[in-house]
């Protein structure tokens, strides 16, 4: 969407799943030809939506266009941070989550996620709990399931901004 400056607000104490979520935006920009080392910066805040709301002052005095939240939370509680300071997204400034929660159709602006299949990893998840009981020497299981970028109303052009 043309956002040459972008932040990314992360949890000091990043799971390793957070971290992955990370290095695959980075990837996407790099595959975008947009280097990440220029472009994106880290503001680190509490997965939470009091975490996202306490940074609305940090995130403006980045001087970014655009903020990746690592989960929905974080970007809802940005949202409203960043409206008691009197901007407006995506106008003044462009907000994505992650997750995919569905709170993020009901907040204005809808927001913009990776959505993750949340109903498909608890059923993975069970399974190899089940594997792990019936096998307690089973080795290491890991499973990769698809995200998708959920084009909503809170990230825009920034031509047109």
């Not at 790099?30 to 009091?50: A, C, G, R, Y």
């Not at 970014?64 to 509680?77: C, K, P, T």
């Not at 996620?113 to 608890?122: D, L, S």
């Amino acid at each position: 969407m043309g956002h040459k400056k972008i932040v990314i607000i992360v949890p000091d104490d990043a799971t390793d799943n957070i971290k992955l979520r990370i290095t695959g935006f980075k990837e996407e920009l790099t595959d975008q030809n947009i280097n990440p080392d220029e472009t994106v910066s880290i503001i680190f805040t509490p997965l939470t939506k009091l975490g996202g709301y306490d940074v609305a002052g940090a995130v403006i005095d980045s001087g970014a266009s655009a903020v990746f939240a690592v989960n929905d939370e974080m970007a809802i509680g940005l949202y409203r941070g960043l409206k008691n300071l009197g901007i407006e997204v995506p106008r003044d400034i462009s907000v994505m989550g992650y997750d995919g929660i569905d709170l993020g159709t009901y907040v204005e602006p809808a927001l913009t996620t990776i959505q993750q299949p949340i109903a498909r990893m608890g059923e993975l998840a069970m399974q190899l709990l089940i594997n792990r009981i019936n096998n307690p020497d089973i080795n290491h299981q890991v499973v990769e399931l698809p995200v998708r970028l959920i084009q909503r109303e809170s990230v825009v052009n920034i031509s047109t901004i």
